[in-house]
């Protein structure tokens, strides 16, 4: 007895969260069997393919199937198969969206996607302009594509012709999501954008929920204005893990150690428990304000609280132990790691080392840190073990430290910032 259609095609829909093999042999046996297609079975076959690693030869004979069968003309299975040629050949996905009689607001939406996703953000807005009715998705896809990309002012400019526009869709929750996240990067400019978000919210009666709340105060505590955080999140009725946590680090980053280990405690006593992030900030702003016993209590408590050391949280407790001075600490926790030791952890043991004048705790490492850096990268924990060199009388060696530098075109990374210091 055979299979009803309409099982079949959930059949493929169920096989296909497991596996795309298991939804394409579904596929080819309701085609040896003479099973009727429809629509759904196709879809359903088509978005397993996505998974595929490379899928070009089986969308090819797909692709012949599904003309056969006469539905390359329907514009849900045409806009199915451009999505998975563009993994693989966007040139293919292009031919075959040219090719098509009919396109909806899915259509370009998938095709600015495509676009942005093979990084050819140009080539998106291009087609963005042409779309013969946008929607929200459709904003919201180009808003996105030049935020990924790290075209901030683009992307914040089309979000505020978004609020702008007398008429068409406003941004949803989605699309102020990943402005604010952008916002939270970008210093000054982020800055004034993600308070039009905060503005249009409340003007338009929009309820500031938990995910809204805790992007915003994650956005004003990157930004440095922590009272505006403190402020939000005193109002906000219900508050999770993440909201806590970005308050939490918020208050570290800005100096504020004291005010972020007491609002651990108070989110402890709510029942909330902490997770890897939670606690790289509470580690942070116990080094930041040298908290030694404060910090190895917390340190302690990760396991207690059955969260895994991360190596972020072996970097700050050899920040806090080197700046304090303990850098026989330092090493033996940098020595009982389970993580190879990157780059942060030893410049914060070598600036230790700088600040403390024990060149003799810094020459043992020496070796191992420059084989572990990166050229183009590291350039200044070079500066710094040539410093350490200088400080010990070894000029030869600080000589060659910065001609292995210069040999390996290593340069120091200079910080960059949004954030305006006047005109």
Known sequence: MR?????????????????????????????????PFDSFSILFTLKSCTELRSPATVIHHLHSHIIKL?????VHVATALINVYANSSLREA???????????????????????????VESARRLFDEIPSRDSVS???????????????????????????????????????????????TGSLGLMVGKSIHSFAVKNGWEINVDMGTMLIDMYAKCGLMKYALKLFKLMEERNLLTWTALI????????????????????????????????????????????????????????????????????MVDLFGKAGL????????????????????????????????????EGVIDRVTSALRPQRDGGVYMLISDLYVLNDKWDEARKI?????????????GSSFIKTGE
């Open 3 to 35: 299979l009803g259609l309409t099982v079949w095609s959930l059949a493929i829909r169920n096989a296909a969260a497991s596996s795309p093999h298991q939804a394409l042999a579904i596929y080819t046996r309701m085609h040896r069997q003479s099973v």
């Open 249 to 316: 680090c918020g208050s570290a980053q800005n100096g504020h150690s004291k005010e972020a280990l007491a609002l651990f405690e108070v989110m402890r006593k709510t029942g909330l428990q902490p997770n890897e992030m939670t606690f790289t900030g509470v580690l942070s702003a116990c080094a930041n304000n040298g908290l030694v016993e404060d910090g190895r209590r917390y340190f302690k408590m990760l396991e207690e609280c059955g969260v895994k050391p991360r190596i972020q949280h072996y970097g700050c």
């Open 402 to 414: 910065r001609e292995r530098m210069l040999d390996q075109r290593g340069r120091k990374v200079r």
């Open 70 to 74: 006469g539905f390359s003309s329907h």
């Open 94 to 120: 292009c031919k075959l969206f040219d090719e098509m009689p009919r396109r909806n607001s899915v259509t370009w939406n998938v095709m600015v996607t495509c676009h942005a996703r093979a990084g050819d």
């Open 139 to 185: 904003w919201s896809v180009m808003i996105d594509a030049y935020l990924s990309s790290g075209k901030w002012a683009d992307g914040f400019g089309l979000f505020r012709q978004m609020l702008a526009g007398p008429t068409g869709p406003k941004p949803d929750q989605v699309t102020m999501g990943s402005v604010l996240s952008a916002c939270a990067q």
């Open 327 to 362: 850098l026989e600490e330092a090493y033996e926790l940098i020595h009982k790691m389970e993580f190879e030791p990157n780059v942060v952890v030893w410049g914060s043991y070598l600036a230790a080392c700088k600040t403390h004048k024990r060149f003799d705790m810094a």
